[in-house]
Structures are given as C-alpha cells and as structure tokens.
C-alpha cells in the first residue's frame, strides 16, 4: 500500500489563483465573475524557476498591462516570456506606469502588449521600481493591444528567478507579492461605466501541492516493481505447496 501511495504523488510544485476587481467599481457582480474567469497559475520548472501563468477564461475583455509588486523583496530577476495565440508582450515597463487605481504607484516589474510590427517602437524611460532606468521598446501604444494581449481563451507565461517556491507561495497568500493587471474591453452596459478595470489575485492560492525531491518518482516505481515481484514470488511457493 505504501507503494503505490507513492506512486501517485503530484512531483509538479504548483498553485492556482484568481483575480479580484479593484476600486469604483470593484463591488460589480459581472467584474468580479470576470476576475473570477482569470486564473493565475504558479509553478516550478526543471530548473526551479517560478512559472507564472495566467490565462483569460473571461469571453470579451481582454488582459492587456501586468504588474508585480513585491513587498517581500524576493529578488525576483525576469527569465522569459512563453505565450499562446497571438500574445506578444515586452518588458519592462507598462504604459500607465502603474496598476490604475491601485495604491502602490511604484511596481516592482511591469510589461505591457507590444506590436511587433511597429518597427520604430516607443521608448519608455519612465520606468518605476525595479524598471527605473531602463528604456523598452513597446509598440504603438493606440493600436493592437487587443491583439497582442491574453484574449479570451489565450495566455501568457512569465519565467522568474531568485526565489523558492514555498516564498512565492507564502508571499501571494499573505498579500507580500501582487500580480495586478489591467483588463480593457468591458462591457459598459454592465452596470461599470469605464471599459476597463484593474484586478489583483485573490490571497489564498488553491491546488497547493507540496514539491518533493525529483528522485521520489523513480523511488516510488522501483518500490511498487519490488512489491509486484514479491507478491508474484509469493503466489509461485504456494502453488507448488
């Protein structure tokens, strides 16, 4: 019985998160079955990255600038972007520079939808937080933000690294790191008179699954393989007797 309750242990670190609308209109039942539609997924990659995933269930309105505030001072150093559909994002810096109506006005790290086709490009050196300094290249700022940012059934992927799982996990729960987005496209007939809206992940991850050593899958085989022959060995002796 050991065995095989090994063999079926979860070995992926990962936790689920949705979003929560944030302020006029952040009592809004549509708004908040919107947020409720976008899912932030947190995970580890074979080389213990931190993998953020967020993915728009939400039928109309589309994800378009990201935020990170980190209070916990985690280091987190930005690895990559990974996307799905016509995503396409830049980093750093987000254009407003700060997660509107929000009340941090300095992000720790920002990205925003970027169109690839716009060869010229804006330079954005207003930066803020961990950005400050920096220059990127993000696209016309009026033209195709619904085209490259997470539309209705897309997603983005954010590597990063610098800090443990159980951190991260730690910190999105206790409120210490915030991942606010700025969704556009909102229907105005739903009782919210701006077409866009801000939201933050809600505290207290879901699916928390606890990482176990990378070894443990092939310990738990190689158990469950010696039970079997055991068990076959056994039924051998007492046929012959």
């Known amino acids: 019985m050991v065995s095989i309750f090994i063999l079926f242990i979860p070995f992926l670190a990962k936790a689920d998160y949705v979003f929560e609308p944030i302020g006029d209109c952040s009592d809004n ?24 995933t967020l993915t728009n269930n939400a039928s109309g309105p589309f994800i378009s600038e990201i935020y990170l505030y980190d209070y916990s001072s985690l280091g987190l150093t930005f690895y990559n972007f990974n996307y799905s559909g016509k995503v396409n994002y830049k980093q750093p810096g987000a254009d ?5 109506g929000f009340k941090d006005k300095s992000p720790t790290w920002s990205a925003q939808p970027w169109n690839p086709e716009d060869k010229k490009g804006n ?3 207003k930066g803020n937080g961990a950005n400050k300094g ?11 933000a619904n085209q490259y940012g997470i539309d209705y059934g897309e997603s983005l992927t954010i590597v990063f690294s610098g ?5 991260i996990i730690q910190s999105l729960d206790k409120g210490n790191l915030i991942f606010g987005i700025h969704v556009k496209g909102i229907d105005k007939n739903m009782g919210c008179e701006a077409d866009s809206c801000s939201f933050i992940q809600t505290s207290g991850g879901g699916g928390y699954v606890v990482p176990l050593p990378s070894a443990l899958p092939l310990l738990g085989s190689g158990i469950f393989g ?10 051998r002796v007492s046929k012959k007797n």
């Open 29 to 52: 039942q549509y708004l908040r079955e919107v947020g409720e539609r976008i899912s932030l997924k947190v995970n580890t990659d074979q080389q213990n990255n931190i993998v953020f």
């Open 96 to 100: 407003p520079g700060f997660l509107p």
């Open 123 to 125: 330079d954005n050196k």
């Open 134 to 144: 920096n220059s990127s290249t993000t696209g016309k700022k009026s033209e195709g």
């Open 163 to 167: 800090a443990g799982f159980d951190q």
């Open 226 to 235: 010696l039970s079997i022959y055991n068990l076959y060995k056994r039924n």
